[in-house]
């Protein structure tokens, strides 16, 4: 398929994972893709992998700095966007008696504060009929112990796709968001687990998918692009849930 022939794309926090995957697609089907980081040596990865079609850049999703740049570097370019995949975002897992204030704001400033205001600066420079979609989780529907900042985080970006479908559905701009389950992404290598932990925890995460395995990036990127697509023109402040069965049966 070609659908995103010519178009241009923006995806924050692309450099791995399910972002990654989402770039690759974007560019696989035609389309310019601005991807965007935080660490240098995978963003230089980034850039190298996705090809001549991706500008990589550094853009941290906690700094509201960066957030409202990003309107700034698509000015620069002198172009509109068609899609943006607002995906950059941090999961941390602790106790109710372990939370401070800093985790706290750690978590919301990046997963939420940064969305808000990263498509605050991008929706000036958005063709009408573009699609944004937002990376939800979920954690927002299930309760997990030690979740329930970074659950918080994810019920706020699912409550955002409607408040701001309502707003910009009048530009022509849809707003749906995406909540995968457990992907196999370098994220659970960044919990701080020693190795034994971290597979008795996927191992027990595994076991409470009907499906019986981790997603693939690669099968949330589908969805997103899908999203994205005129093909769902008529889907509007909706969210999808990517798990494998996790949450539903």
Do not use: C
């Not at 000015?75 to 941390?92: P, Q, T, Y």
């Amino acid at each position: 398929m070609n659908r995103f022939k010519d178009k241009n794309v923006l995806v924050t926090g692309g450099t791995t994972g399910i972002g990654f995957a989402v770039a690759q697609g974007f560019i696989a089907e035609g389309a310019r893709v601005i991807v965007t980081g935080r660490d240098q040596a995978g963003i230089d990865r980034a850039a190298a992998e996705l090809g001549p079609r991706a500008t990589v850049i550094r853009n941290d999703a906690g700094s509201i700095t960066d957030a409202r740049a990003l309107g700034t570097t698509v000015a620069d370019l002198g172009i509109k966007l068609d899609a943006v995949f607002i995906n950059a975002g941090m999961a941390r897992f602790a106790s109710l008696a372990e939370v401070d204030e800093a985790f706290w704001d750690l978590s919301f400033n990046t997963n939420i504060k940064g969305a808000f205001f990263q498509i605050e600066a991008l929706a000036p420079h958005l063709n009408t009929g573009a699609s944004i979609v937002l990376n939800g989780s979920i954690n927002a529907h299930i309760g997990m112990p030690n979740s329930s900042v970074y659950a918080a985080t994810k019920a706020a970006l699912i409550s955002l796709a409607r408040t701001l479908s309502a707003e910009l559905i009048p530009q022509g701009v849809r707003v749906n968001v995406v909540s995968p389950g457990p992907v196999q992404t370098p994220l659970y290598g960044k919990l701080g687990m020693d190795a034994a932990t971290l597979q008795a925890t996927a191992d027990s995460i595994q076991a409470q998918v009907p499906i019986g395995r981790f997603g693939r990036p690669e099968e949330v990127a589908a969805t997103v692009l899908h999203l994205a697509s005129p093909e769902s023109a008529f889907i509007v402040g909706t969210e999808i849930i990517i798990d494998g069965g996790m949450s539903q049966l």
